[in-house]
């Protein structure tokens, strides 16, 4: 099935079905509703404390023809044709006209309009979705505002469930409610190899699939890897051709990920602490600079764009970049054949592992809805989001992912590493107003500040940033609980 590459892995490939909207909201969010005649309560797994569903599933017979839009910046509209997808849109047909309701999941708003929009929308109780997409970065504000609706109080919604996504079930767990879902689990970080380097190098050019499987792909190969491929050609002491070039805001985070480090984390009672001054993260810090202060890192050149690195591996210049899997549409026209991998961890620390770092976005439901419509979304939703019939939840996503890598392995073993919990890495940043990567990164990364120096220059504002956005999440839940 063909679609944007930037979202969608595991039920949300296929998107299908009829336009419309709900009614606009009406009032607060009451505290819970046993619902309409045409309800049916049934039998379904507990949870513990902190997931929904615990009570029990509960179903509808009959939605009486409402129709629900899903929200979000990117979904294209077309349909594919693949197996998965004819399969997907005929079961999406059949549950639609059971339990007669519409839903259909398009673009309702750009990307730096996304908070705008769902906040004036709920405040004037007329939101235009009935579930929207919003980026993390974009959550805590309007969470904090009491603009979401507690989806734990919706017994149709099982978060115990295998298909919900656990990252960001975890991130949005706050006080006793659970404020946003997703089913699907984005791929995220790695790192992109172009194997005819490689092999110029003398290295074997599928030898990271190798490394990654057997548990090698480590900082010392990598160091290995990037004094090969680092080459002045033609003996003029200026370097032809770099092992590597990145975006600062994606190679420094993975370097920390991959020492067991973390920029903010969050403690057993919920707390959001400042995480850059460990130990794991300064030797992770002083590591991936090293990497770049020994002449390996491609610098950017003079006034070249923030994405220039792009064109640079895209053109052969340098023979690995730290990236985001929906980069791949910038390697469209690439000659050489590429691949891709985890990013390499240190084996020096015990416990440490290949990890990528999960920015999935967050579904949420506005507040204003009554327990009744609301209940009703959760159960049309929550049918939308169940496994195709007759495919397999762990194959089905990646149909989509074969079209856009140049060789299965990278969809097989990289991708779906980063679909387990293992391989993943929290952070907690995004919902910490007002902070940024970029707040790190940038300084350092363009050698203006030694991370010691930086991590010193940052941590007032921060510890403040985060002391202060956890009194309002304390209240928040405080406010909230039962």
């Not at 992912?401 to 990278?410: H, L, N």
Request: aromatic letters at 12%.
């Amino acid at each position: 099935m063909k679609m944007n590459t930037k979202k969608l892995i595991a039920m949300g490939l296929a998107v299908v079905l009829t336009v419309g909207s709900l009614t606009g909201c009406g009032g607060d969010t009451p505290e819970s509703s046993s619902g309409e005649g045409n309800a049916n309560a049934t039998a379904a797994p507990g949870g513990d404390d902190n997931q929904g569903g615990s009570a029990g599933k509960k179903t509808f017979d009959d939605l009486g023809g409402m129709t629900i839009t899903i929200g979000d910046w990117y979904t294209s509209e077309e349909v594919g044709d693949s197996d998965y997808a004819k399969a997907t849109e005929d079961y999406r047909k059949e549950i639609m006209e059971k339990y007669k309701f519409n839903i259909e999941r398009k673009t309702m708003y750009s990307y730096t309009d996304q908070q705008e929009t769902y906040v004036n929308g709920v405040m004037s109780n007329s939101p235009s979705c009935q579930l929207f997409y919003l980026y993390q970065e974009f959550v805590s504000a309007p969470l904090m505002k009491g603009l979401m609706y507690n989806l734990k109080e919706l017994p149709e919604l099982d978060f115990t469930e295998e298909k919900w996504n656990p990252t960001v079930t975890e991130i949005m767990s706050i006080g006793n409610g659970i404020w946003g879902m997703n089913p699907e689990a984005e791929p995220r970080g790695g790192l992109f190899f172009n194997k005819r380097m490689l092999k110029e190098a003398g290295i074997p050019e599928d030898e990271p699939y190798d490394l990654q499987a057997s548990g090698d792909w480590t900082w010392s190969k990598f160091e290995e890897y990037c004094k090969k491929l680092t080459i002045d050609s033609d003996g003029d002491g200026k370097t032809d051709r770099y092992a590597l070039a990145s975006f600062s805001k994606y190679y420094l985070p993975m370097c920390a990920a991959n020492n067991n480090a973390t920029f903010v984390s969050r403690n057993d009672k919920g707390e959001y602490e400042n995480a850059t001054g460990t130990k794991e993260f300064l030797e992770a810090m002083n590591w991936g600079m090293d990497i770049y202060n020994k002449g390996y890192i491609m610098p950017k050149p003079d006034g070249a764009a923030w994405d220039w690195y792009k064109a640079a591996f895209r053109d052969g210049e340098v023979a690995m970049q730290t990236s985001e899997v929906y980069e791949i549409n910038a390697f469209s026209n690439m000659e050489d054949e590429w691949g891709f991998v985890m990013f390499p961890y240190n084996e020096k620390v015990e416990g440490a592992t290949n990890r990528t770092i999960p920015n999935d976005n967050i579904i949420v439901m506005p507040s204003c809805f009554d327990q009744d419509t609301a209940e009703k979304i959760a159960f049309a939703y929550d049918l939308y989001t169940e496994a195709t019939p007759g495919f397999e939840l762990d194959d089905a996503w990646k149909e989509t992912y074969y079209e856009q890598f140049k060789d299965e392995r990278a969809v097989d073993e990289t991708l779906q590493m980063m679909t387990e919990v293992e391989h993943k890495q929290t952070s907690f940043l995004p919902m910490i107003s007002d902070l940024d990567y970029g707040d790190f990164c940038y300084s350092v990364y363009a050698g203006a500040k030694k991370p010691q120096q930086q991590i010193e220059a940052i941590s007032s504002k921060w510890d403040s940033k985060i002391s202060d956005m956890n009194k309002k999440y304390a209240n928040f839940a405080a406010s909230h609980s039962k």
